[in-house]
């Protein structure tokens, strides 16, 4: 996104805003629940990384996965891939049930800004990647051969 920048520092994701608010960096990216209070920390965005995804590519930004290895037998995935989709498809149907657990692991702990985290990355590409996700997936992991950050040899398998 920015070549210009000529140093980074990694950082935990929960680091990342203290840091920046200290003088440690100049910037940061932020994730997860941090999206929807780095304001209330007196900092302001420079770009949304999410939806320069969107603009520039066109597909929705892919921003975790499940994978297992390839050698796996295809039935054990396949179960594996069931039980993760009933798992979702039930607390999207009771969200309340898993608040305690949410909570307990949660940066932020309002519920409001676990609610909004939960509404704009639990989706229906969590449940079903289909075609378009797969084409997000598949021109991330181009450009990220093209730029020189990761080199993959082989071919994704998707489990459906």
Known sequence: ????????????????????????????????EGRFT?????????????????????????LGCIAARASLDRSLLQEIDQGIRASLGWIR???????????????????RVIGSHIDLYVNDFSEELGDEGIQAVQELLRRGRESGIFSMEGQLQWIR
């Open 1 to 32: 996104y920015a070549p210009e920048v000529s140093q980074t520092v990694v950082l935990r994701f929960d680091r990342i805003m203290e840091a920046v608010q200290n003088g440690e960096v100049d910037g940061g990216v932020i994730i997860h």
């Open 38 to 62: 780095y304001q209330e920390k007196g900092l302001h965005c420079v770009r949304d990384l999410g939806n320069w995804w969107e603009e520039e590519t066109g597909y929705p930004i892919p």
């Open 93 to 111: 149907q009771h969200p309340e049930q898993g608040m305690d657990y949410i909570r307990a692991h949660a940066q932020e702990l309002d519920r």
